[in-house]
């Protein structure tokens, strides 16, 4: 479905509208709401779940913005609005990688709005690009499509702990949407930003009284475990998981694990 945000179509899902609890999946950088498979319709018998394309994302809009994190969160404060959930009303945070970055952010300058928190192999504390995180803006910026999606298979595969898991149609699903009018230029926004501005320490010590739970995959190349030592210096209070035997995205590859601990975490 679609929602119009400040004039441009957003496209999200939802599920579990009647129950009260609010949680929102906001995905990472190039990806969509897919990213997350089951997992939020899975949620959806004791929670109202939403995923959404960010602005620039999968489905919704690329139009021409310079996407910087606090543009996300005044995006995603302004989806809120539009969807029905307003500024009474709490919301539960899942983010992945910037969205996780993302996620903080409006923490940051939304307080009374967020419930819990919970970050997936957060960007956020990068002072530049790690190397994947180059192979990968690298694959994006080849013109030639077949030598673009060879290099994508291997960037791909490199996110997860075993490339063998990877998934062709996961490859295919972001070549053609890369292709978008404004994909790319979003995409290197993005990526430009939030691979060169860090999380405010001091602001983020004024989230201790948000639960968080910080998960991360033992084998992430992309956002490497030793992120996670900086992130419990500026997130003291927060719960940590890693997961053994995943890449940068533990819920894709040991969805039924993560799914357990979201559960736990939530109730």
Do not use: C
Not at 27 to 47: F, M, N, Q, V
Not at 83 to 103: A, E
Not at 199 to 216: D, G, R
């Amino acid at each position: 479905m679609y929602q119009n945000v400040n004039g441009h179509a957003i496209r999200y899902d939802e599920y579990g509208t009647d129950n009260k609890d609010h949680v929102l999946f906001i995905h990472g950088l190039g990806t969509s709401a897919i990213a997350w498979r089951d997992i939020p319709e899975a949620l959806s018998s004791k929670y109202h779940t939403i995923v959404v394309d960010l602005i620039g994302f999968g489905g919704s809009d690329k139009p021409e913005y310079d996407y910087t994190i606090s543009f996300f969160s005044q995006f995603l404060s302004d989806f809120l609005d539009k969807v029905g959930i307003n500024k009474d009303d709490k919301i539960i945070l899942v983010g992945h990688s910037l969205g996780g970055y993302i996620s903080i952010d409006f923490a940051i300058k939304n307080k009374n709005r967020v419930k819990k928190m919970i970050l997936f192999d957060s960007s956020g504390l990068l002072n530049e690009p790690t190397p994947l995180l180059n192979d990968y803006m690298n694959a994006v910026k080849i013109a030639e499509p077949q030598s673009r999606r060879e290099k994508l298979v291997q960037v791909f595969g490199s996110l997860l702990a075993n490339p063998t898991r990877l998934l062709l149609v996961v490859v295919d699903i972001f070549v053609s949407v890369i292709e978008i009018k404004g994909a790319k230029e979003a995409f290197e926004s993005a990526f430009k930003n939030s691979t060169s501005s860090t999380i405010n320490a001091a602001e983020a010590a004024k989230l201790a009284k948000i639960p968080t739970l910080i998960v991360w995959g033992e084998s992430d190349k992309l956002i490497p475990p030793s992120y996670l030592d900086k992130f419990k210096k500026i997130l003291p209070h927060a719960q940590i998981i890693t997961i053994r035997d995943s890449g940068h995205s533990p819920f894709v590859e040991k969805p039924a694990i993560v799914y357990q601990k979201l559960l736990d975490f939530l109730s």
